[in-house]
C-alpha cells in the first residue's frame, strides 16, 4: 500500500544449462554450456509461481560470429545476448539483475540427522528444481534451439504456473487465435487442465508423500545390499580369444 514499507517476499532461484559445465573442461574452448535459464519463484503461497525468468543465450539466430563485437551494438538482430567470451555460469550476475532490492541475512545452520537421511533418500526437492526439469522437456539438451529458445523457455514457465490446459488457451489469446469455447480443443483442454490440478492436489497428500519415501528407502536399501554381493570391476571379464588373420587375400567364403 501507498505510504507503507514494501512487503517482505521470501524467493528462491536456480540455473539450468544446455551442457553440464564441467563436462567439456579442457576438451572445448570456453565454456561448454552456450545457453542457461535461471528462474526466481516465490515462497509465499502454496502455489509457488516463477515470479522472474532470464535467458543467456551465446548462439546468433543467424548463424553469425558476433566474438568480436559488442553485443548491445551489434548490427545483427538476432537472440543472442552474451558473448562467447563471457562467462555463463556467473550466477551471482544474474542475481544482481533479478534482485534489485534483495537484502539478505547470514544466519548459521547446521542438517540434523532427519534432514540428512532425506538428502540421501533425495525426498527433498525444490520447487526451482521442478520447474528447471519442466524447462529441460522443452529445451532437451540432445537438440540446439537458436532460434525460439526463449519463446520455449517462457512457455515451459507458463505451463508450470498455470497448468498446461490454461496456458495454451492463454498462449492462442494472446497470438490473436483464441480457442472457440465448446470446440473439441477447449473440452480437451480443460480436461487436460482438470487431470493436472487432480494430480497435483494428489501428489500433495501426506498418503503419497508417505509411500514416495518409503519406496525410495526400499530402493536405496536393495541397492545397498545388491552392490555389496555384486562386486563387479572393470576388466573382470575375459577377453575374446579369437584371432583373425592379418595376411592379405585370405577372406572366407561363403
Not at 20 to 47: H, R, W
Not at 97 to 120: A, D, I, Q, S
Request: one cysteine or more.
Amino acid at each position: 500500500m501507498r505510504g507503507h514499507q514494501e512487503s517482505h517476499i521470501d524467493v528462491e532461484g536456480d540455473g539450468c544449462y544446455s551442457n553440464p559445465l564441467y563436462s567439456g573442461i579442457g576438451k572445448t574452448p570456453f565454456q561448454p554450456a552456450t545457453q542457461s535459464c535461471y528462474v526466481v519463484v516465490e515462497n509465499m503461497t502454496d502455489k509457488k509461481l516463477v515470479i522472474n525468468l532470464v535467458t543467456k543465450n551465446k548462439l546468433c539466430s543467424h548463424g553469425k560470429d558476433h566474438s568480436n563485437e559488442n553485443i548491445t551494438n551489434k548490427n545483427c538482430k538476432c537472440t543472442q545476448n552474451l558473448q562467447m567470451v563471457e562467462s555463463i555460469g556467473n550466477e551471482h550476475e544474474v542475481q544482481v539483475r533479478v534482485y534489485p532490492n534483495c537484502t539478505c541475512t547470514v544466519r548459521v545452520l547446521k542438517l540434523g540427522p532427519k534432514e540428512l537421511e532425506r538428502t540421501k533418500l533425495g525426498t527433498n526437492t525444490q520447487k526451482s528444481e521442478c520447474v528447471n526439469r519442466i524447462i529441460r522437456r522443452s529445451l532437451p539438451r540432445s537438440n540446439t534451439f537458436s532460434k525460439n529458445f526463449q519463446g520455449r523457455a517462457n512457455s515451459a514457465v507458463s505451463s508450470a504456473n498455470h497448468g498446461p490446459g490454461e496456458s495454451v488457451m492463454a498462449l492462442c489469446l494472446s497470438v490473436g487465435a483464441p480457442v472457440t469455447a465448446g470446440s473439441k480443443v477447449h473440452t480437451h483442454l480443460q480436461q487436460e487442465q482438470k487431470n493436472y490440478e487432480n494430480h497435483k492436489q494428489y501428489k500433495k497428500l501426506s498418503k503419497y508423500m508417505k509411500n514416495r519415501k518409503q519406496k525410495a528407502k526400499a530402493k536405496f536399501e536393495l541397492y545397498s545390499k545388491n552392490q555389496e554381493v555384486n562386486k563387479y570391476e572393470k576388466g573382470m571379464l575375459l577377453k575374446s580369444q579369437k584371432k583373425y588373420s592379418t595376411k592379405t587375400g585370405r577372406h572366407s567364403k561363403r
